[in-house]
T-cell receptor
Framework: DAGVIQSPRHEVTEMGQEVTLRCKPI?????LFWYRQTMMRGLELLIY????????DSGMPEDRFSAKMPNASFSTLKIQPSEPRDSAVYFC???????????FGQGTRLTVV | AQSVTQPDIHITVSEGASLELRCNYS??????LFWYVQSPGQGLQLLLK??????LVQGIKGFEAEFKRSQSSFNLRKPSVHWSDAAEYFC??????????FGPGTRLSVLP
C-alpha cells in the first residue's frame, strides 16, 4: 500500500476563497482522522470518521470548516470561506482501530493570503 | 480536562549521547500512551505505544519508554542518539470515551 495520500501538498489561496483538501486512507482502515498543525496550537484533532461516519467533530473550529467521507477510500476537508488564520499544515491519518497505530499522510501546507 | 505536557521545547544532544524526552499527562481514566516522531516536512510516525502490561515498552529505531503511573509520566529514552534522530517528538494520550490529545512536541537537535 502507498500509505495515506493527501493532495495537494501545498496550497496557496486568497482570503475568501474555498479550499478543498483531499485524503485517500490506507485500504482496509476503518478510521480516518483530520488534524491541523500550527506553531501556536500544535497538533489538533479536527474530526474523525469510523466506517465513513463522522464520530467526533468537536475539534472543527468553525462552521466554515466541513469534512466528508463519501466512501471508504476518500475524504475531503473543506474551508469556505478561507481566512489567513486558517494557514497551517493539515494532516490526514488512518488506522484500523481508534487506539491502534495511526498512519499519517505527508500533510497539506495551506497558506491563505 | 485531559492534558499532555512536554516540558522541554528543544533539546540538543551530541551524537552517541543518551537521550530522555519527558512527557506528563493529566487524565481521569487509564490512559493509552504513544510517542510519535515527525521529520521535517513529513507526517508523524509511531515509535511506540503503551496500553497495559509491562510498563517498559520497546519501540522502533532503538527507542523505549517507561510508564510510571505514580508520576503520570511516559518518558522516551534512547541509549545512544544518531544524527538521523534529529526531529520533532510528540507524546500523545488517549482513553476510552475521551479525545486523543497530542503534547506540544520536543524538538531534538543532534550535534556531530
Amino acid at each position: 500500500d502507498a500509505g495515506v495520500i493527501q493532495s495537494p501538498r501545498h496550497e496557496v489561496t486568497e482570503m475568501g476563497q474555498e479550499v478543498t483538501l483531499r485524503c485517500k486512507p490506507i485500504s482496509g482502515h476503518d478510521y480516518l482522522f483530520w488534524y491541523r498543525q500550527t506553531m501556536m496550537r500544535g497538533l489538533e484533532l479536527l474530526i474523525y470518521f469510523n466506517n465513513n461516519v463522522p464520530i467526533d467533530d468537536s475539534g472543527m473550529p468553525e462552521d466554515r470548516f466541513s469534512a466528508k467521507m463519501p466512501n471508504a477510500s476518500f475524504s475531503t476537508l473543506k474551508i469556505q470561506p478561507s481566512e489567513p488564520r486558517d494557514s497551517a499544515v493539515y494532516f490526514c491519518a488512518s488506522s484500523l482501530g481508534v487506539w491502534t497505530e495511526a498512519f499519517f499522510g505527508q500533510g497539506t501546507r495551506l497558506t491563505v493570503v | 480536562a485531559q492534558s499532555v505536557t512536554q516540558p522541554d521545547i528543544h533539546i540538543t544532544v551530541s551524537e552517541g549521547a543518551s537521550l530522555e524526552l519527558r512527557c506528563n499527562y493529566s487524565y481521569g481514566a487509564t490512559p493509552y500512551l504513544f510517542w510519535y516522531v515527525q521529520s521535517p516536512g513529513q507526517g508523524l510516525q509511531l515509535l511506540l505505544k503503551y496500553f497495559s502490561g509491562d510498563t517498559l515498552v520497546q519501540g522502533i529505531k532503538g527507542f523505549e519508554a517507561e510508564f510510571k503511573r505514580s508520576q503520570s509520566s511516559f518518558n522516551l529514552r534512547k541509549p545512544s542518539v544518531h544524527w538521523s534522530d534529529a526531529a520533532e517528538y510528540f507524546c500523545a494520550v488517549g482513553a476510552q470515551g475521551q479525545n486523543f490529545v497530542f503534547g506540544p512536541g520536543t524538538r531534538l537537535s543532534v550535534l556531530p
